[in-house]
Each structure stands twice: as structure tokens, then as C-alpha cells.
């Protein structure tokens, strides 16, 4: 049984920090990227930061220089540490993994390249 749990999100100011993590379990997370995608209420799902199995990473424009994705594969986890959060980082973030022999879908961070969906954490930046 393949599955990814996500876990962090929260409620937080504007400016403020939050850490997520991302657990697998029932597959060794070496062998996949892992991409943190988030879904704002009536909008798609899009992609916020992408790893690869090799530590090589991607970020949507948006958030470079906030966000800083990073893996730890002793524990299973990948995470995504969230600065200067703004209001429009809103929504819903979830993770989700792609075999390694992809690298080329894995770095273009699409949410339709990707499979192995968590359930999603929420994730609400308001004054």
C-alpha cells in the first residue's frame, strides 16, 4: 500500500512561517520526485516546488525566495519550509510523487504528471 500523508498546515498571518511534511510510507521515497502542489478555492491545482530524487529542484516564480523544499529520505519525509507568507498562498497543499526515471515531468512540476496524491493539509494566511 503506497501512501503519502501531508501534515503542518494551519492558520497564520501574513509574513508569518509554516513547515510542512510530507511522510511516505509502503515505498522507498529515493526511488520518486516528491512535488508540493496547492488548490485555492475555484482555482486549479498547480505546482509550488518540485524535487527530484537527486535533490534537484523547481519553484513556481511566485514563491522563490520564500519557499524552500528539501528531502530527507533516512525518515521518509520531504518538506516544504513556507516564509513571508502571503494571503494568496491560500488553499489547500498537498503532495505527491513521481518515479525517478522521470526527471524531466518531475521538474516541470505539473499536478497532471504527478500520481500517488496525499489527502492534502490546509494551509489559511489571514490577518
Known amino acids: 500500500q503506497l501512501r503519502l500523508v501531508e501534515s503542518g498546515g494551519g492558520l497564520v498571518q501574513p509574513g508569518g512561517s509554516l513547515r510542512l511534511s510530507c511522510a511516505a510510507s509502503?515505498?522507498?521515497?529515493?526511488?520518486?520526485?516528491i512535488g508540493w502542489f496547492r488548490q485555492a478555492p475555484g482555482k486549479e491545482r498547480e505546482g509550488v516546488s518540485c524535487?527530484?530524487?537527486?535533490?534537484?529542484?523547481n519553484s513556481v516564480d511566485s514563491v522563490k525566495g520564500r519557499f524552500t523544499i528539501s528531502r530527507d529520505n533516512a525518515k521518509n519525509t520531504v518538506y516544504l519550509q513556507m516564509n513571508s507568507l502571503k494571503t494568496e498562498d491560500t488553499g489547500v497543499y498537498y503532495c505527491?510523487?513521481?518515479?525517478?526515471?522521470?526527471?524531466?515531468?518531475?521538474?516541470?512540476?505539473?499536478?497532471?504528471?504527478?500520481?500517488?496524491w496525499g489527502q492534502g493539509t490546509p494551509v489559511t494566511v489571514s490577518s
Open positions: 505527491a510523487a513521481l518515479h525517478r526515471i522521470y526527471r524531466a515531468a518531475a521538474l516541470r512540476c505539473a499536478p497532471g504528471e504527478y500520481g500517488y
Open positions: 509502503g515505498f522507498a521515497l529515493d526511488y520518486y520526485a
Open positions: 524535487i527530484t530524487n537527486g535533490g534537484d529542484t
